[in-house]
């Protein structure tokens, strides 16, 4: 069985102008990237942006309309799935369910023509921590053991690529978090690449080392969680990974090195380095956890503050308390507030000032749909 | 609480189960007849009532002459039959399930017209082809035989198909992201599940064409099959170690079926 | 396999990847079965049509003339006419009685059996088991004259001392449903089967009574099975003769023993429109039924 690989050199993953067609339909559009070998990359976005048919053209199950997909330096858009060094954690876990957990996990060896599998099985199985489940058939098996099983049986191939279908979709809360910890331990430990699909913002931001937020099929932005998390180039990401507030408003000096931009009768300034655009209409954002509400007039230095605002709503969530206030304009702005203890919370129809510095304020394109990426009830 | 409101609601929360079994019974009542008269000694050779309790059929099974030797051509028939329709089925099957290509609704309904169709018409058509193909004097085993595997090709075709359609296709997808190739794949994974369908298909088939008549006798020429063997004998006395046969069949594959039943059991562990 | 520094160097628009074959693997195995069934089942339907355009007057020694003799069809719905209304009408009884025998069977299957489930589908099939034949012949002696139900039927003054069952239509009908029940029940578990019973509390929980649930809620998720069974139970009686043949009487004979007979005599022309008429009767019948109720996907 030939594969791929090459013994030495950098092993990146490289996507080079991918795109996938389906008749009329074009799923991914004409995407590249970078993984660099042995990082947790984490392709995140909502169902049908096409995350799982890039994720499916790696592993090769689906074919590339156009672009090459390379590993290292060597190019593997048009070999078979079983041809290369790439293994498959897949959404539903895809176990054998006529195999046992070692037969399963031991697939993938057998099949390239390994004798004796005992000795890595047993690691594999040491690694999950499954040991005594060996002889079960995957129907005995919990959600979360099947996710390890199949986790093994990728693993235990050493390929240069992991692939991950949304793997932890089907596990309850708690399980789900203590499968993110594991996931990113066994991965530093092993120093795979991992690429991660998931359309679960929270669990990109904690596992993955770089992510790559996807939207109708073209990456929107890709760097780390936190630039991303704070500097969102696009209405889509500001939205879609956390909450944001966009208000609209106009460049009125792009000259020194911070942007001043008129918003609703007001002054607000910041970074230039947080600005998708410097010139004309903009959306200028800020996340609801960097906004104070008080009820004082003082406008301190370096703040930028809208005045005036009526608490509409006020939600109690444990860790912080989410205000709805209900500005001039029309507009509805949010703050988190978290629950310190040490003053008393506000009330609706309390009259606020909404306080944010400066530095936390980013710019986005007005030419951008402000309700991209942000989650409704009924799935819009 | 044996208030006549309790009685009612037993009765309500039971009528159909009752009435289930009822039906049951009804069912049951002629295999159950053709075993009793398999021991049956006939005061004549026209007369259908049970006289006297006898063992020589079941000592002596293959006295009537041809019953054996129809049971034999019966059986060789069907299981020629068998491996050849489930095994263009099952090709089928996997053609319809698994691959996108034009046409494969029409295939669809077209295999299913067979199966839509009284036999008598099937029959009858097949004995047109014959008879204007100008085999009208080869008639035997194997215008049979070709008669069999178009009839079961359908019940195969559906059969498989139905338990080809639960089998997830990541299954497949997983045995290629671990290094099987297609012909790995097939008969590391795909065949191992679908197997218990190919199976179903294989005895339903076989059934299908052992028990098979009015097909049978419009194109069988000289040759006999155990149905017409009875169906001759109907008209002359039925000797009663058809019912031997009869009740050895239905063990038979009564055995096979629980059998079946207990090793799926004991797999799922 | 290793393309090194090549595809580094490439040009800005990669090579495209190759197609999928699967269309023609597709093909391929579908190949030799269609093949078979075309030969064997399409062809022979032509056949059919063709041999009862035959001139009436050859036989199967001397050979037929093609003369696109039209008035075969005339002659024999003439004379048949009869028949085949008798046909219908007892497949059409039967194929009712199966739906009131087998509806409360499969339902009690589906949502009464418990972990008996599984023994009485066995025991829904067993009759399968042995021949078609032997089962009908069993009748013969259930219906019998000196038999248990006649006897029985007699204490109850609802058959006359000098009544009998055999030889009967009323023998013929039991025949035909006793036969195919299965065929009735079968589809119809496996659509009950699929309900969720969730939908059955949550009629409850709407204020429905059982049986409104059931008119409701159950009986149309159902019509899928209702709709398969009906068809796989009306269509093999109407062509049947062996019930006819072996329960009944010259009186009771059905299509299927007529054109039976008359393939037998050689009778190849007649015989042929006969069976071209029943399928034709039938597909009517059947598409009508099938408009009626809806097009369901049976296969």
Known sequence: ?380 | MTSVRGVRRWVGNHLVLGAALLVLLYMITPVLVVILMSFNDPAGRLGYDFDGFTLDNWANPCGPYQLCSSLVTSVEIGVLATVLATALGTLMAFAMIRHRFTGRSAANVFVFLPMASPEIVLGSSLLALFVNAGFAGQLGFWTIFVAHVMFCLSFVVVTVKARLHGLDPALEQAAMDLYANPWQTFWRVSFPLVFPGILAAALLSFSLSFDDFIITNLNAGQTVTFPMFVWGAAQRGVPMQVNVVGTVMFLVALGLVLASGTFRRRQRG | MTVAGASLLATPHPPAPERPRRPRTGYLLLLPGVLWLVLFFLVPTVALVASSLYDPTGSLFEGYQMTWHVQNYADAIAEYAPIFGRSLLYAAIATGACVLLGYPLAYAIAFKAGRWRNLMLIAVVAPFFTSFLVRTLSWKLLLGDNGFVADTLRTLHLLSPDGYLLATPLAVITGLTYNFLPFMVLPLYASLSKVDPQLIEAGSDLYASPITTFRRVTFPLSLPGLVAGTLLTFIPASGDFINSELLGNPRTRMIGNEIQDLFAAGALPVAASLSVTLMALIVLMVLVYVRRVGTEDLV
């Not at chain 1, 990146?12 to 074009?26: A, E, I, P």
């Not at chain 1, 042995?38 to 672009?67: H, I, N």
């Not at chain 1, 009526?310 to 509805?332: A, H, I, K, N």
């Not at chain 1, 306080?355 to 749909?369: G, K, N, P, V, Y």
């Open chain 1, 1 to 380: 069985m030939t594969d791929s690989r090459s013994s030495a050199g950098s092993q990146d993953l490289v996507l080079d102008r991918v795109t996938k067609r389906f008749g009329s339909f074009v799923a991914v559009s004409d995407l590249s990237l970078t993984v660099p070998q042995g990082s947790f990359f984490a392709l995140l976005g909502p169902s049908g942006c096409g995350k799982t048919t890039t994720l499916r053209m790696v592993a090769g199950l689906e074919q590339p309309t156009d672009g090459s997909i390379r590993l290292g330096a060597d190019e593997i858009s048009r070999l078979k799935p079983y041809r290369r060094p790439v293994n498959t954690v897949f959404q539903n876990y895809a176990l054998f369910p006529h195999l046992s957990t070692f037969e399963n996990i031991a697939f993938g060896l057998r099949r390239r023509g390994a004798k004796d599998v005992r000795k890595a099985v047993g690691e594999m199985l040491e690694l999950v921590e499954l040991q005594s489940h060996e002889t079960k058939r995957p129907t005995q098996l919990s959600g979360g053991q099947q996710q390890r099983v199949a986790l093994a049986r990728a693993l235990i191939n050493r390929p240069q690529v992991l692939l991950l279908d949304e793997p932890l979709g089907a596990l309850d809360l708690k399980l789900r978090r203590s499968m993110q910890i594991e996931l990113k331990r066994i991965q530093t430990e092993v120093g795979i690449t991992f690429v991660h699909v998931t359309h679960d913002q929270e669990e990109a931001m904690t596992m993955a080392d770089t992510i790559g937020v996807m939207h109708n099929g073209v990456i929107e932005q890709m760097g780390q969680p936190g630039s991303l998390y704070e500097s969102p180039r696009t209405t889509f990401v500001s939205n879609f990974l956390g909450q944001s507030n966009l208000v609209a408003g106009h460049i009125v000096d792009a000259a020194g090195p911070d942007l001043v931009v008129e918003v609703q009768g007001t002054k607000v300034t910041g970074l230039r380095s947080r600005a998708a655009v410097t010139a004309g209409d903009v959306w200028v954002g800020v996340r609801p956890e960097k906004v104070t509400l008080t009820r004082s007039d003082a406008s301190p230095e370096g703040w930028n503050v809208f005045r005036a605002g009526v608490v509409s709503d006020v939600s109690f969530c444990g860790v912080s308390t989410q205000y709805l206030v209900r500005m001039p304009w029309g507009q509805e702005l949010i703050a988190f507030k978290q629950n310190t203890g040490a003053e008393a919370g506000l009330r609706a129809g309390d009259v606020v000032d909404l306080r944010w510095q400066r530095e936390h304020t980013f710019f986005l394109d007005a030419s951008e749909d402000a309700e991209a990426g942000v989650e409704h009830e009924d799935g819009a």
